[in-house]
């Protein structure tokens, strides 16, 4: 099983200063406060933490159907680098991992560490007008192609 989940960090409301002040108290553990306060980005590291729980949560949600998301109960660790990490909470611990494509933050979280090789995955910016559909069928035409060796 995996989720995903992207975050516009060139959103207006991912900008530093942008959260309500009582946001990280809400959302975050204090494990999870204290490494956003640490960071030499707090805000970039609080939205990485973001996007890993709500990765989490759409890898519970397919696992149990019923599951709801309450960021406070899915509890990340990130590695030093923060591209890596694992989130425990409802549906198991989940291994995510975090990509920066330009403003778009990407986290996958999947079942196993192993689980990551196996998925293709990527980022596209739309632009005024297109089918966000569209662009997403042709990425995956793109990784899939790639993946065989063959032309898109």
Do not use: N
Not at 53 to 81: I, N, W
């Amino acid at each position: 099983m995996l989720g995903d989940d992207v975050v516009d960090l060139a959103d207006p409301e991912a900008a530093p200063g942008a959260t309500h002040p009582g946001f990280d108290a809400r959302v975050f553990a204090a494990s999870e406060r204290a490494w956003i306060a640490a960071s030499e980005a707090p805000s970039r590291a609080r939205w990485c933490l973001w996007a890993a729980k709500e990765a989490a949560y759409k890898r519970a949600r397919r696992l149990d159907a019923a599951a709801r998301f309450h960021p406070s109960r899915f509890v990340v660790e990130l590695d030093p680098g923060a591209s890596r990490g694992r989130v425990r909470g409802p549906g198991g611990e989940a291994h995510v991992r975090l990509h920066r494509a330009g403003d778009a933050l990407h986290a996958l979280a999947v079942s196993q560490r192993d689980d990551e090789a196996r998925v293709l995955h990527g980022v596209v910016a739309v632009g005024p007008g297109a089918e966000p559909s569209q662009a997403a069928r042709m990425l995956a035409l793109c990784h899939v192609a790639a993946r065989l060796g063959l032309d898109a």
